[in-house]
């Protein structure tokens, strides 16, 4: 499944360049998130757990296709600006394109 704006809900966050992470939490208090805490490793989002470098890529309206990763370019996990990030087709995409002749390399 493609990811989009439109299928991840993403109205608890907010993208801050000046946050740690680059994303805060901005929904009422929880008890584990308070409002404009920095949002750290893995959001929680329709129940599933998304990487916070997916989730700035989907607040900047980009889409991320099935069998793609974002990736940051300078390899720090913690550097989620968007300027840092790229997608990535993984390998197993790449074969799987492969063998059924959509894809050349």
């Known amino acids: ?14 993208y801050d360049e000046s946050a740690r992470y680059q994303i805060r939490f901005c929904a009422k208090d ?3 998130m308070q409002p404009g805490r ?4 893995w959001v929680p989002s329709l129940g599933k ?5 997916n989730i700035v890529w989907l607040l900047h309206g980009k889409r991320i296709p099935e069998g793609v990763t974002i990736r940051h370019i ?3 996990r913690a550097n989620n600006r ?4 790229y997608p990535h ?8 394109l492969m063998k ?6």
Do not use: H, Q, W
Not at 49 to 53: E, G, K, T, V
Not at 82 to 85: A, E, G, R, S, T
Not at 89 to 96: G, L
Not at 100 to 105: I, K, M, P, S
């Open 38 to 41: 920095v949002a750290r490793c």
């Open 89 to 96: 087709i993984t390998e197993s995409t790449v074969k799987r």
């Open 1 to 14: 499944m493609t990811l989009t704006i439109e299928n991840v809900d993403l109205t608890d966050f907010t």
């Open 100 to 105: 059924a002749g959509v894809y050349n390399d």
């Open 82 to 85: 968007i300027d840092n990030l």
């Open 49 to 53: 757990l998304y990487p916070i470098n």
């Open 30 to 32: 929880t008890g584990v």
């Open 74 to 76: 300078d390899g720090d």
